[in-house]
């Protein structure tokens, strides 16, 4: 175990649903991200946070919307999401932002769209 | 800009067998350099971390990663290889900027035979 716990670890949802995904860690940690895990590509960061700010957001489409309501928690909420969404999403905690700081992952949500 | 090539997209040994696993970087700045190991079906687990203390660096389950600045690699290395190793590891440069962004490689997936 990591210390950050993803839930669901498994969604399939419809073109039209409302979902959302769920990251909690419990090291302590200031910063956390969401990356997204694609077949046959490289693992893209899509959000940073720092002290619950958003502080990089990765040209990612309006239809992801994180949220960072405290340093332990973090959410991605999906609306109106494509087929090509379809993914592996890993969320990671860092003790700060800094480079080189280690981050933990998550085990990652399979989300599948149809 | 920071990047990360990992040079075989698959390696096959046997069990007991020395592991290497290719990694060269490009990077502007002094880098922080890491290996991931992502099991089927898991999160990210980090192998191991370089940060300019010591040009071998130890890791976990007898993983080891060589600095080499000359040659701009950081190969990852097992005197023998398990079972259990088999997974996908990647490859992770640490770009500068303020926060930590983390760079993949396209990962290397390793099998590991009777």
């Known amino acids: 175990e990591t210390g950050v716990t993803q839930t669901p670890r498994h969604l399939v949802m419809g073109m039209t649903n409302k979902k959302s995904l769920k990251c909690e860690q419990h090291?302590?940690?200031?910063?956390m991200y969401w990356y997204k895990q694609s077949a046959k590509k490289p693992l893209e960061l899509m959000f940073v946070y720092n002290f619950k700010e958003q502080t990089e957001n990765n040209s990612v489409p309006s239809r992801f919307s994180p949220e960072c309501p405290n340093s332990s928690h973090l959410f991605l909420h999906l609306h109106t999401l494509q087929p090509e969404d379809s993914a592996l999403y890993l969320c990671?905690?860092?003790?700060?932002?800094?480079?080189?700081?280690?981050?933990?992952f998550g085990q990652g949500t399979r989300l599948t769209v149809v | 800009a920071q990047s990360v090539t990992q040079l075989d997209s698959h390696v096959s040994v046997s069990e007991g067998t020395p592991v290497l696993l290719r990694c060269n970087y490009s990077s502007s700045y002094s880098p922080s350099l890491f290996w991931y190991v992502q099991h089927p079906n898991k999160g990210l687990q980090l192998l191991l971390k370089?940060?300019?203390?010591?040009?071998l660096v130890k890791g976990i389950n007898g993983f080891e990663a060589e600095f080499k600045k000359s040659e701009t690699s950081f190969h990852l290395t097992k005197p023998s290889a398990h079972m259990s190793d088999a997974a996908e590891y990647f490859c992770?440069?640490?770009?500068?900027?303020?926060?930590?962004?983390?760079?993949f490689g396209a990962g290397t997936r390793l099998a590991v035979h009777p």
């Open positions: 090291l302590g940690h200031n910063a």
């Open positions: 992770v440069v640490s770009a500068p900027g303020g926060y930590n962004k983390l760079i």
């Open positions: 370089y940060t300019s203390a010591a040009t």
């Open positions: 990671a905690s860092s003790q700060d932002r800094g480079t080189g700081s280690k981050a933990f």
